[in-house]
């Protein structure tokens, strides 16, 4: 399954390697000739009749991480967070893959061992450790190196409709842009995986100025919010909705022309799509449209529950909605 490889494979902002060599090599099988920039982007450039716009859709590789910047006199790991997505309690227990393949466990001091007031232990990740079961700092130090990376492992899971896995907010956007190189129309567009994503969208930044496009598509995911103590009005977010626009994001707001005429097109289209008001991340497309002369966007976001977090779940329906959505967007541009 497409996207069981690519959740599997280690992102790091800036160590994007293994995403990068695995969508390499898809693009390959598939004949689809491409180009990997300075910066780590793989762009792939798909043949066919040129359209009335030059169409650049954009998804990226990298997942929230942490970066090991000590090493404690008894082997311990000390970690920073690598994005701003990170967030600390969720890291607790959790099993990590630090630097090419070390496995280890993400710990902390029991709280009533602590000499910290109540404040600092809400701010736990001052505190938390990475164990990788070494004995001391020069065993340590034989096994990783400072400044090595550090992802959660989390088994990807197929659950009837839906599946879990991890780096899901990234690799939906991945799998989605794949698919539409595996089956798309005759048409010339290209496609961006970028790199760099959360730590200041950096790869987009130079994809959009090279490639120079009039519309700019990026795909990824919105967090569900069909979870209990969520959002129950007309704003919410479930899985099973398909694909949906947003109008406006914490970095952009989407010409609400554009966003209404893919709205309509879909739904012509017999595509399940919905349009949500505000989506809480800053998607790609929004921040290409501001390279060089500017460009119209559109963000595509695919539902699911924490797709930042160490594990997120999706609805395989809501996939295959995205990527329909993607093909009909390539065929009419």
Not at 107 to 113: C, L, N, W
Not at 131 to 159: H, N, T
Not at 311 to 332: F, H, P, Q, R, T
Request: proline share 5%.
């Amino acid at each position: 399954m497409l996207l069981k490889a690519l959740c599997e494979c280690s992102g790091a902002p800036g160590g994007e390697k293994e995403v990068r060599q695995y969508i390499a090599a898809e693009l390959e099988r598939i004949g689809c000739p491409y180009e990997i920039d300075n910066l780590g982007n793989v762009i792939a450039h798909h043949p066919g009749k040129s359209g009335e716009q030059k169409v650049l859709f954009a998804a990226h590789m990298d997942e929230p991480a942490l970066m090991i910047y000590d090493v404690t006199e008894r082997g311990f790991l000390r970690f920073k967070a690598v994005g701003t997505r990170v967030i600390p309690r969720q890291l607790s227990g959790r099993t990590v893959r630090v630097g090419e393949n070390v496995m280890g466990v993400v710990g902390f001091a029991p709280y009533h061992m602590m000499r910290i007031t109540d404040e600092q232990k809400r701010r736990s990740a001052e505190n938390q450790h990475i164990d990788i079961a070494a004995e001391s700092k020069e065993r340590a130090l034989e096994r990783i190196q400072l400044g090595d990376y550090a992802v959660v492992d989390s088994p990807f899971v197929e659950m009837g409709e839906n599946c879990k896995g991890r780096a899901m907010d990234s690799r939906l956007g991945c799998c989605a842009a794949l698919e539409l190189l595996r089956e798309a129309p005759d048409k010339a567009f290209d496609v961006v995986f970028t790199t760099m994503y959360e730590v200041g969208q950096r790869g987009m930044e130079v994809a959009a100025y090279t490639q120079q496009p009039d519309l700019v598509v990026s795909i990824g995911a919105v967090p569900a919010t069909d979870v209990p103590g969520s959002l129950n009005k007309e704003g919410r977010v479930e899985l099973g909705q398909g694909v949906c626009m947003a109008l406006t994001d914490a970095g952009f707001a989407y010409p609400r022309n554009t966003v209404e005429a893919w709205s309509k097109a879909a739904k012509e289209a017999g595509i399940k799509s919905r349009v949500v008001q505000y989506a809480p991340d800053a998607a790609q497309a929004g921040y290409a449209a501001l390279c060089r002369n500017g460009a119209l966007a559109l963000s595509l976001l695919i539902p699911c529950r924490t797709p930042a977090a160490p594990a997120g779940i999706m609805k395989k329906s809501d996939l295959n909605e995205a990527v329909a959505m993607l093909k009909l967007i390539a065929e009419k541009c």
